[in-house]
């Protein structure tokens, strides 16, 4: 059964702080890590990371996998309020695309 | 575009009622998924179409069925509503080969 743990479970900062957060997976057929931030409603997708090594970036977010060790970690650098959420790692199946979802780690950015 | 659309937004039953959730997509999406989100849980795949006339159970399938009416519209039935069916639900669509799936803004049922 694939399996997919997030850490931590919840955090709380102050505006201007650096987040780290990190994805920890075992599953049988991975094709992809992906990435999501769940604010109140739906979760809205950030990252899609298939390769070891290689970061993806937008704005102040940024994401890296480490397919030996089998984790991702997701950084918000210099955090504002609107960046409080929770935020979903997933895995993609490569047999038939099915998304294994991490439980989330819920971020408070306060001010 | 709409996006995935999804209704009600939020809905009470009692136990032992039945009702049916919507879902559509004006995305062209080959792939739909319902998820249930509970607390501590995070998303888990209830059934899923990987294309028009097909549905496939995910790994929390006891309870519902599914109806893929055409390629825009995925529906979920609840025949016998139980309190532990009390959960956000929330429809998704991808294309294929797609990696990321797109979420609907969920329905939150609570069943008495």
């Known amino acids: 059964e694939d399996k997919v743990v997030q850490s931590p479970l919840s955090l709380v900062v102050h505006e201007g702080d650096t987040v780290t957060l990190n994805c920890s997976y075992e599953v049988t057929n991975f094709r992809s890590l992906l990435w999501y931030k769940q604010e109140k409603k739906a979760p809205t997708f950030l990252f899609m990371l298939t390769s070891s090594g290689i970061e993806k970036k937008s704005g102040r977010l940024s994401s890296i996998l480490d397919k030996k060790e089998l984790f991702s970690i997701l950084n918000i650098t210099a955090t504002q309020t609107g960046d409080s959420a929770v935020y979903l790692c997933?895995?993609?199946?490569?047999?038939?695309?099915?998304?294994?979802f991490g439980a989330g780690t819920t971020v408070t950015v306060r001010a | 575009n709409a996006g995935v659309t999804q209704t009600p937004k939020f809905q009470v039953l009692k136990t032992g009622q039945s009702m049916t959730l919507q879902c559509a997509q004006d995305?062209?999406?080959?792939?739909m998924y319902w998820y249930r989100q509970d607390p501590g849980m995070g998303l888990r795949l209830i059934y899923y179409s990987a294309s028009e006339g097909t549905t496939d159970k995910g790994e929390v399938p006891n309870g519902y069925n599914v109806s893929r009416l055409n390629k825009r519209e995925f529906s979920l039935r609840l025949e016998s509503a139980a309190p532990s069916q009390t959960s956000v639900y929330f429809c998704a669509g991808a294309w294929t080969g797609a990696n990321e799936q797109f979420f609907g803004p969920g329905t939150r049922l609570t069943v008495l």
């Open positions: 995305m062209n999406h080959n792939s």
């Open positions: 997933a895995v993609v199946n490569t047999n038939d695309y099915k998304l294994s």
